[in-house]
């Protein structure tokens, strides 16, 4: 591997900090795959599925943006703490429930809510964390292994999920994501946190500060053009993994336990080489190149007929969509100073909080009527579209640039 974008891991803050993280997210996705696959096989449909995804990601909106805000102003430690213990707590009620056969896809759906609302408190606390567990010149490669974790714990975990699944049944994977978060509480009790003070500022004007930063600043301004198109239109095809492996390509656990691995292989490449392909190309060139690759990506893996063909497309999805998504985060980490770091990262919260689960309802509802086939592929199409949008204004700009000075 590169060793620019291995460079974090001298850093041994950070390499507890993401070695707790990591065991968090394999738990993590091993829940997710289970829950995937008990909702789609006892309802048979993609709405529901995107319910329970809004449902989770529907507190970033609302309490996202206030927890990266409170990110500048509370102790990280003791929100990581708290927040990992709260949620150890949750799945474990979660696991409780579902072994006793009685849950329901509404239920769960609930469960998601309340889970989601404290991950909106304690992410953005993780995420501000990581400027200083590593030197500077070091962030965009600490964001790629940030999200290279959550990745990595996407390949293991669904294989776990459906070994736990075999031997134990769903409740089985489900406790071991609970157990889990015992990690994230070891690993931020060994390390040591130098947190930089933010201004005290009331709270909505602390969420002010984050958009109007955004808004004057023109790398944040141009990467949030790219991120609002892909959350929308390209994000949902995520909640609907499991529908395809078995709706669609009449698979089981197996199927969509090998569709989510695929997926996260690509991430994980895409992940782990950031730091140096960003030190070659520039990273708004990255951005930009990973988004419009992803739209054939998409098409191919939703116009697959076999399960060995949308596998492999999976796997470029993400890493397409791997590479553009840590080139968000990387471009609000390099803009925003350190101590309005929370503030300005509001920013992709809300984007991401407000539009994935919006564009996963609509697409779900789209899936059951005219099919996911249709859906996914056509979110590539339409994707495209943006993109090809995006880079014509690009040219034109630049021609106005270059002719400025004749005039």
């Not at 964390?129 to 490669?141: E, N, S, Y």
């Not at 990745?151 to 769903?170: D, E, F, H, K």
């Not at 989510?260 to 690509?266: D, H, L, N, P, R």
Request: hydrophobic letters at 55%.
């Amino acid at each position: 591997m590169p060793s620019a974008s291995l460079a974090p891991f001298r850093s041994r803050s950070f390499r507890l900090m993401w070695g707790g993280a990591l065991l968090s997210n394999v738990g993590t996705w091993m829940e997710t795959v289970a829950l995937g696959y008990y909702v789609a096989e006892s309802t048979g449909k993609a709405s529901w599925l995107a319910v329970i995804a809004a449902a989770g990601f529907l507190p970033g909106a609302v309490i996202g943006p206030v927890g990266s805000a409170m990110a500048d102003r509370l102790r990280r430690r003791r929100v990581l703490a708290v927040g990992s213990t709260a949620s150890g707590l949750i799945a474990a009620v979660l696991a409780i429930w579902v072994g006793t056969g009685k849950a329901t896809p509404a239920g769960i759906a609930v469960v998601a809510f309340i889970a989601g609302c404290v991950s909106a408190f304690t992410f953005p606390s993780f995420q501000t964390t990581l400027p200083i567990l590593v030197p500077r010149d070091q962030l965009v490669a600490a964001v790629g292994l940030s999200n290279a974790q959550w990745n990595i714990g996407r390949v293991i975990g669904p294989a776990l999920a459906a070994i736990a699944i075999a031997l134990g049944g769903i409740q089985a994977a489900l406790w071991c994501n609970a157990a889990s978060y015992l990690a994230v509480v070891v690993a931020v009790l060994l390390v040591r946190f130098h947190q930089p003070v933010g201004e005290m500022r009331p709270i909505f004007g602390a969420l002010a500060d984050g958009f109007r930063f955004a808004r004057n600043s023109p790398a944040m301004r141009s990467m949030l053009v790219l991120m609002t198109a892909t959350t929308a239109v390209a994000s949902p095809f995520i909640a609907f993994v499991p529908q395809m492996a078995t709706t669609v390509l009449g698979g089981g656990s197996n199927v969509t336990s090998l569709l989510v691995t695929s997926q996260g292989i690509g991430a994980v490449i895409a992940a782990f080489t950031l730091g140096a392909v960003t030190q070659r190309f520039s990273l708004a060139r990255v951005m930009l190149v990973a988004v419009a690759a992803l739209c054939p990506a998409l098409i191919v893996y939703g116009t697959a007929p076999v399960a060995w063909v949308a596998a492999p497309a999976l796997t470029l999805v993400g890493l397409t969509y791997g590479y553009a998504f840590t080139s968000f985060a990387g471009v609000a980490q390099e803009s925003a100073p350190d101590e309005m770091r929370g503030r300005v990262l509001a920013v992709n919260s809300f984007v991401l909080g407000v539009l994935y689960p919006a564009g996963a309802l609509i697409q779900g509802e789209l899936a059951d009527t005219i099919g996911l086939r249709w859906v996914t592929a056509g979110s590539g199409l339409l994707l495209l579209v943006v993109v090809g949008v995006v880079m014509v204004r690009r040219a034109a700009v630049s021609d106005r640039k270059q002719a400025a000075p004749a005039q």
